[in-house]
């Protein structure tokens, strides 16, 4: 049996961390918007995380063309407490942004369940990107 040198040894660990990094499947990086409590934006975080988003904290469509709005709605005596998300994408800085996803309001007031349930994984965003329901829409409206 050959015996392997220091050299040899850090040569391996090297390619393999780089294999690793290679093959690893790739974040899809998205700006994240949303109007909710500290504790609340903490969690939404890592539940983006855990579905499969790496969060930009570049300004603006600056690093991604996509940003995740997620809009809490507090309960009054009309409307119930809601969450409902919505991904908007800009294909360059001359462009308006265009709404991709919107996701019906889930009643509810909590954060994790409304993610869980609402959140398109970035497969199913990725396919929506390539075939729009509706391109029409700009998400600037008057």
């Known amino acids: 049996m050959k015996k392997f040198t220091l050299f040899s040894v850090i040569v391996m660990l090297a390619s393999a961390l780089l294999t ?8 899809t990086k998205i700006h994240m918007l949303e109007n909710l409590t500290p504790e609340e934006s903490i969690l939404a975080e890592k539940i983006i995380g855990k579905k499969g988003y790496l969060l ?8 991604s063309h996509e940003a995740l709005m997620i ?7 009309i409307e119930p ?9 800009q294909d360059d800085s001359r462009s308006i942004p265009k709404s991709v996803f919107k996701s019906p309001k889930l009643e509810t007031t909590d954060i ?30 008057n």
């Open 71 to 77: 809009t809490k709605v507090i309960a009054t005596e």
């Open 81 to 89: 407490a809601s969450f409902q998300i919505e991904v908007v994408h």
């Open 20 to 27: 690793w990094n290679a093959i690893a499947l790739p974040m």
């Open 56 to 63: 930009s904290h570049q300004p603006l469509f600056k690093e």
């Open 112 to 141: 994790s369940e409304a993610l869980n349930k609402l959140l398109p994984t970035p497969d199913k965003l990725k396919h929506t990107l390539v075939h729009p329901v509706d391109e029409s829409t700009p998400f600037a409206e």
